[in-house]
């Protein structure tokens, strides 16, 4: 057989990956399958960025870029930053990379020695194991329980750190939960660093424009600016601006940081793709208006859903506070069996078993390192999600 190269071969399959395939397969049979499975928004980009990105091409934008970012996007990413973070940065704390996901591979490639430890709040979404332990780091996850609002505990992550830790990772809002930390738990954080100066923050803020009932995004680069040497701030276009396919993620770190990650990026992909930077850049500087728009969208949807699942019998669902999934704890029903006589043992079972029986994909919280949960996406229309509940439900009530 081939020989991949263990760092790869070793690493866990993500569960997403197999039902993805499954639903394909089905959908190629003619089944009606409906995905809630994908954290892709279901907007068009913002027409803005689709005009700028072509006068971009057609002025002649078309050669090689800078390995950190083009100027012109590099300043808008600076606009950003002041105007809804209130933070003011310097062109050289700044980079653009293939998404927030090559942003992440930057910094742990840039960062890791063999062992070193990552610690990842539990649910996650699953790119920072993944990728800390392709590049030889160990991920440590610590859980966030429900019951404190699937956020996590300060005390735990002091307990977590140990001489061999290299980053603690934040991701809030969080995928999948939709949780967001406020000043005080931010605050708590940062004394647990202030004690542990060998630690790195890596702040995912992907979400940060979709938070629902007046939340607001606050980052711990606004709340600990006295740690600004240690926190780097993960932010990109994907979700807010609904241009995932534009690959553009950017990020705002100490400077010796951010130069080891744009050297990582000289050796890999090099600078990104010019007419996205273009488009990227038209969009940061248009408004915030449509994002408010899809902010509000997002927040009925997830209304609409944690309202159907709740009245299924069997079935939890905390209401998120940002993001777009939804994540119904299914405790209740493992151990059951399926109208068509699945044991449902584990979250991933079930996930198989409502694919395969009420054409739902979902993705287990076992991907996400969380059980037993499914993450749905409410990046759906409005009839999509209302019929989505309606199967779960009748799933549910075949389980004996
Ligand atoms: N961070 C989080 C928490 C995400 O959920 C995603 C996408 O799913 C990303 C980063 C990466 O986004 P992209 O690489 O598309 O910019």
């Not at 062109?91 to 742990?108: P, T």
């Not at 996650?124 to 699937?150: D, H, K, Q």
């Not at 990020?251 to 090099?270: D, H, R, Y």
């Not at 151990?335 to 198989?352: I, K, N, Q």
């Amino acid at each position: 057989t081939f020989r991949i190269a263990s760092r790869l071969a070793t690493l866990p399959k993500p569960a997403t990956i197999a039902m993805a395939a499954r639903a394909r397969e089905l959908r190629a049979e003619g089944e009606d399958v409906i995905s809630l499975a994908l954290g892709q928004p279901d907007f068009p980009s913002p027409p803005e960025a689709i005009e700028a990105a072509y006068a971009a091409g057609l002025a002649g934008d078309t050669g090689y870029p800078p390995i950190p970012g083009q100027k012109a996007l590099i300043d808008a990413i600076i606009h950003k930053f002041k105007r809804d973070n209130d933070l003011t940065v310097t062109s050289d704390r700044i980079m653009v990379a293939n998404g927030g996901k090559q942003v992440i591979y930057n910094a742990f490639a840039a960062t890791l020695d063999d062992g070193d430890e990552v610690i990842v709040p539990a649910p996650y979404w699953v790119s920072y194991p993944l990728i800390a332990r392709m590049l030889g780091g160990t991920a440590v996850e610590i859980p966030c329980p429900e019951e404190n609002g699937f956020r996590p505990d300060a005390a735990t992550i002091k307990a977590a750190i140990t001489p061999k830790t290299r980053w603690l990772v934040l991701n809030f809002p969080n995928n999948p939960t939709g949780a967001i930390l406020e000043r005080h738990d931010l605050e708590a954080i940062a004394d647990v660093l202030r004690d542990a100066p060998h630690v790195l923050v890596m702040s995912d803020e992907i979400y940060e424009h979709l938070t629902f009932d007046g939340r607001r995004h606050l980052s711990i680069l606004q709340v600990a600016p006295d740690l600004a040497e240690r926190i780097l701030v993960i932010n990109g276009m994907a979700k807010a601006y609904a241009m995932t396919g534009w690959r553009v993620g950017f990020a705002c770190g100490p400077m010796p940081l951010i130069k080891a990650m744009i050297a990582v990026q000289g050796n890999t992909t090099s600078g990104v793709c010019t007419l996205a930077q273009a488009g990227s850049a038209a969009a940061l500087k248009g408004g915030l208006d449509r994002i408010e728009q899809m902010r509000e969208t997002y927040q009925r949807r997830r209304d609409t859903m944690v309202e159907a699942l709740q009245a299924i019998p069997g079935l939890t669902c905390a209401v998120p506070e940002g993001a777009f999934y939804v994540y119904p704890g299914v405790g209740g029903l493992i151990g059951g069996t399926s109208a068509s006589g699945r044991l449902l043992d584990t979250d991933v079972a079930f996930a198989e078993a409502l694919l395969e029986e009420a054409h739902v994909a979902t993705v287990p919280g076992t991907a996400f390192g969380f059980s037993p949960y499914l993450r749905l996406s409410c990046a759906a229309s409005d009839d999509q999600l209302a019929e989505a509940c309606r199967r779960i439900e009748g799933f549910v009530k075949g389980i004996r």
